[in-house]
């Protein structure tokens, strides 16, 4: 087995490579933009408008919801048929999946981030003569972002790890590439191994960061 591990490692390594980079940028893609998209759900969740509210609501119960697998395979065929002239690649509707699967738990992690700042610190920002939308973005957001910075952080390192379910559609992530080096050398086990071992390494150390991290701004308050 140790023998079969090294010939795929040395044949296949930079399959292994562009999977893991694959994967990180899906990752990196779906957190990035969900956290902009969870910010503004969140703050439609805690409007006094009842339809904006409404809204971010259905929207964040219905993905929570359901599996994210169900909604790969949603956005996977509807985005095609709605906008065919974009000719949209695998890779951007399921990026776009999961974007939106990113948004709708990044607006559960702002909206506590937000809620957990001293209401005080808004009405003495409102007595100044801000307004309700200079008073979030200048002084609620920042420090809910700070609140909420190691949330985002392990959500990232969740959505790495459910990246995974992106190889049903053979995005070329690390699954996907233990599917074509798995059907090239008929060999099961060893390339699962691998693949394993770096989700492992790549999540352990990621978790690791956010604990520092953690540690440092607990440090700093």
């Known amino acids: 087995m140790l023998a079969n591990i090294e010939r795929l490692l040395v044949k296949y390594g930079m399959n292994f490579v ?3 980079g694959t994967t ?3 990752a990196f893609i779906s957190v ?3 956290c902009f998209i969870g910010a503004f759900v969140a703050i439609m ?3 006094k408008s009842k339809v904006l509210n409404g809204i971010a609501a ?3 119960e219905v993905i929570r919801d359901t599996p994210l697998l169900l909604q790969l395979y949603f956005f996977y065929f509807l985005l095609p048929d709605m906008l065919p002239a974009l000719k949209l690649s695998k890779f951007t509707c399921i990026a776009v999946a999961l974007i939106i699967n990113s948004g709708a738990y990044m607006s559960e992690i ?3 981030g937000i809620q957990s700042i001293d209401r005080g610190q808004t009405e003495a920002a409102r007595s100044l003569g801000l307004s309700a939308g200079q ?3 200048r002084i609620i957001l920042p420090q809910a972002f700070k609140n909420v910075l190691p949330a985002m952080c392990n ?7 459910e990246t995974s379910l992106a190889s049903t559609f053979y995005v070329g992530d690390l699954m996907t590439q233990y599917q074509t080096i798995s059907g090239k050398t008929y060999l099961v086990l060893e390339p699962l191994i691998i693949i394993g071992v770096i989700y492992f390494v790549l999540t352990f150390t990621m978790s690791k960061l956010v604990a520092l991290l953690e540690k440092k701004l607990k440090e700093g308050d």
């Open 155 to 161: 959500e990232f390192v969740a959505i790495t790890k």
């Open 135 to 137: 008073t979030m973005t």
């Open 45 to 47: 969740r805690l409007s």
């Open 24 to 26: 990180l940028l899906l």
């Open 18 to 20: 562009n999977g893991l």
């Open 110 to 112: 702002f909206r506590s």
């Open 58 to 60: 259905v929207y964040t």
């Open 32 to 34: 990035l933009i969900g």
